[in-house]
């Protein structure tokens, strides 16, 4: 069975930068055709999209409120998807969850087969 975990959250200041991790395990993972996705969520709120990166890691994807401040990147060979995240604001406060798709593309619309537990990200102002 596969399992995703993520990392790296915590409470910081605006303007501070975190780096989240997600990191596969288990199963048949095979991380060479994995698309990623990291998504985010506040109470009483749907969980919104944040970033995406395809499969093949030619195509990379934003939510325009994170643009120019996050970056998703990937490591195959360590079965791991990252966030950089830059110059937070107190509307980054969230729990932030990664995801992954075979074969996925960057669309935001894609629907992930594998979900992490997430991780609390809180931007105090």
């Known amino acids: 069975q596969v399992h995703l975990v993520e990392s790296g959250g915590g409470l910081v200041q605006a303007g501070a930068s975190l780096r989240l991790s997600c990191a596969a395990s288990g199963g048949t993972f095979n991380a060479n055709v994995m698309g990623w996705g990291w998504f985010r969520q506040t109470p009483g709120k749907e969980r919104e999209f944040v970033a995406a990166?395809?499969?093949?890691?030619?195509?990379?994807n934003y939510a325009d409120s994170v643009k120019g401040r996050f970056t998703i990147s990937r490591d195959n060979a360590e079965k791991m998807v990252y966030l950089q995240m830059n110059s937070l604001k107190p509307e980054d406060t969230a729990v932030y969850y990664c995801?992954?798709?075979?074969?996925?593309?960057?669309?935001?619309?894609?629907?992930?087969?594998?979900w992490g537990q997430g991780t609390q990200v809180t931007v105090s102002s």
């Open positions: 990166i395809s499969w093949r890691g030619d195509s990379t």
């Open positions: 995801a992954a798709k075979p074969f996925a593309s960057s669309r935001p619309s894609d629907q992930y087969n594998y």
